[in-house]
């Protein structure tokens, strides 16, 4: 059995027209929400082996501040430029990628394609606001599997939850 997090990054500031996406910070409320999420996930006794990240800045704050919460260390989190601007079918490669001698894992990335992730993995339709988590038991003993396991949406858990 398989369990994996797919995270969207947290609320990020749009207040620098300037600036490129892929640069843009959270905003205060992200800033806020990321380890508190974090906390939540740690209060409920979740240790994944690994947490992959796009390299967007609001991604992979986000990741750093899961990480933080969790005790993990910054070797914990590997950053993937793959998965920014990317579609679901690339982000099942990420996952049938991942380590198997991890038996959890988290993923943090953007919309749509992590909420049609979700849906890919467990048929269920979900939107996922700003650094909400959606976890997914997957019934396989390997990575390479999960592309065509039928998952199951476990829960949801949003920042105003």
């Known amino acids: 059995m398989k369990t994996l997090f797919i995270v969207r990054h947290a609320k990020s500031d ?3 027209p ?5 640069d843009r910070p ?5 800033r ?9 996930l740690a209060e409920r006794g979740v240790r994944p082996g690994l947490i992959r990240s796009s390299t967007a800045l609001r991604a992979r704050t986000t990741a750093a501040a899961l990480a933080d919460e969790l005790g993990l260390d910054e070797a914990s989190v590997q950053l993937d430029e793959s998965m920014y601007a990317t579609s679901v079918a690339h982000l099942l490669e990420v ?18 394609e992590f909420s049609a992730l979700v849906g890919r993995l467990t048929g ?10 959606a976890e997914v038991r ?10 065509d396991a039928a998952g199951e949406l476990v829960r949801v858990d949003s920042p105003k939850d």
């Open 124 to 133: 269920a339709d979900v939107e996922l606001p700003t650094c909400t988590i």
């Open 18 to 22: 300037g600036l490129a996406d892929h």
């Open 26 to 30: 959270l905003n205060d409320r992200g």
């Open 138 to 147: 997957l019934p396989v003993e390997r990575w390479t599997d999960a592309a």
């Open 95 to 112: 996952v049938v990628e991942l380590d198997d001698t991890a038996a959890t894992a988290i993923l943090v990335g953007h919309n749509p």
């Open 32 to 40: 806020g929400d990321a380890p508190r999420m974090g906390r939540r």
């Open 14 to 16: 749009w207040g620098h």
